[in-house]
């Protein structure tokens, strides 16, 4: 008789293998196996509250919102980057199914990674509304029409779950590299409308760790629960930043050859 | 509450070779395709810079079956390459709203590959127009 | 802050591609499938005249160069970045070796295209 869930009896158990890492008593981490049992309706991250409440309570791991919003359950779901609460036991049955931190990231402790990195790469991209003029409340709001909108809606959906991060084969590689979702964040800036920063946040995007640390694999827009697609940030910007490559070249060129002094308008 | 001693896994060095980056790896492989074909240009065009006998010599290798299964194989290779050049096209766009509402990525990649079909017809029929 | 070289081949890398991907099919099946077998094209479709004649011509010179060129610029970016996913080498090694190979080729290409003559 196996023991009731929160969502009733459960009829069947799955084997979840868990990496473990505590670094007061751990060198390195290790793999922990539960015996959790589940009925269709649930999903990992529940699994892993199972697991804390009835097994063991040493196990740590993010959540919050429990449905898709608040970004925090990023994990590797056997070895895939997924939100644990909208991933379903069901799915891995009869198991065992493994779960792992985010890749790419530092372990805090079991399941939490450290987000530091991402944190300031998100501040690094200037990430609010420099307008081109500024306005005055008396003059009213900034208007934007739905078109308008719609050219960088998909940018503002982002959750900051990083699973991109963890998608990303180049970020694997090179924890500098900016990354797709800092990337969405800055495109979602420079795409709208009522922005006049795009030059300062391309400086970012001009270097080796902006878009050309990419090479377009892509699995960051397949990966991301909210269909982002922060693989079309990167690579739209690896267009930007080619075309501009060249028009300065051509642009200082031509001032060469004027040789005027400088002093005349921006 | 933070680890006083964070854990860095080390990293996969044949990450390219296994799902899911094995498809990516295999797409980029299609670039040995393209330039291996222009390679195979190249010494056709160094043959006929070299002279008759030097040219025929590289005609006699087209010819063999080494040469035809090479050529099957890039074949192969850009028709890899076309397919995939059209799905990533529509990611180095900007958003593209037409009334008010943004043009699928799947359409520009659908119109893509209408073009290289056109194309591929066009080159065709040029090299035939060629021979007369 | 550094800008990155990349856009360079990164554009030379582009209209490769785009030119293969439009070309290069036909290409391959009448260069290295019909001429050589005498399927679907004459057997002196290539023959050393008409190649020379087409080498010759401004038009036949921008065709070969354009094809060679790009389609090997294409490539190489390509194969450099794989390279690199692989760990083969060190990222400025390995940006001499490949960007070193296709330059070369390029003006291997412009010689031959000279040599041909006019």
Known sequence: ?266 | MRGPRPYMRPAESLWWAHPPYLAYTLREATGVAVAGYALVLLTGLISLASGEVAYDAWLGFLKSPWSLALHLLFFIGMIAHVWSWFQIMPKTMPRFVIGGRILPQNWITAAGLVVAMVAFIVTLVVAGWMQA | MKRSIAPVFWLLFGVGGMLSALTGPALVLITGLAAPTGIGASPDFMSFARATAFAQHPLGKLILFSVIAFFIWHGVERIYLTLRDMHVGGRLTLMWICYGAAGALTIVTVGALAIVGF
């Open chain 1, 1 to 266: 008789m196996l023991p009731d869930t929160a969502a009733g009896a459960a009829s069947r158990e799955i084997m979840i293998e868990v990496l473990r890492y505590r670094s007061e008593t751990d060198l390195r981490p290790a793999w922990q196996v539960y015996r959790v049992p589940f009925t269709d309706d649930m999903s990992v991250l529940q699994g892993l509250q199972y697991i804390k409440d009835h097994l063991d309570g040493t196990l740590s791991f993010r959540w919050s919102c429990r449905m898709a919003i608040c970004g925090s359950c990023g994990m590797m779901i056997d070895a895939e980057p997924k939100l644990a609460c909208m991933t379903f036991l069901r799915h891995y049955y009869p198991g065992p199914l493994t779960v792992e931190p985010l890749a790419h990231f530092p372990i805090e402790r079991d399941l939490v990674v450290s987000v530091d990195g991402f944190i300031k790469k998100i501040e690094s991209i200037y990430p609010y509304l420099i307008p081109k003029t500024a306005r005055r409340p008396e003059e009213g709001e900034y208007l934007q029409t739905p078109s308008q909108l719609a050219r960088y809606e998909s940018f503002s959906d982002c959750i900051n779950c990083m699973l991109c991060y963890a998608a990303c084969p180049q970020f694997g590689e090179n924890p500098d590299f900016i990354g797709p979702g800092a990337m969405a964040l800055l495109q979602r800036y420079n795409g709208d409308s009522r922005d006049g920063a795009q030059a300062k946040r391309m400086e970012l995007v001009h270097t080796e760790n902006g878009a050309w640390s990419c090479t377009a694999v892509g699995y960051c827009s397949e990966v991301c629960p909210k269909q982002v697609d922060p693989a079309n940030a990167v690579n739209q910007n690896k267009t930007r930043s080619a075309l501009d490559f060249f028009l300065r070249a051509l642009d200082r060129h031509a001032h060469s050859e004027s040789s005027a002094p400088d002093g005349g308008a921006p």
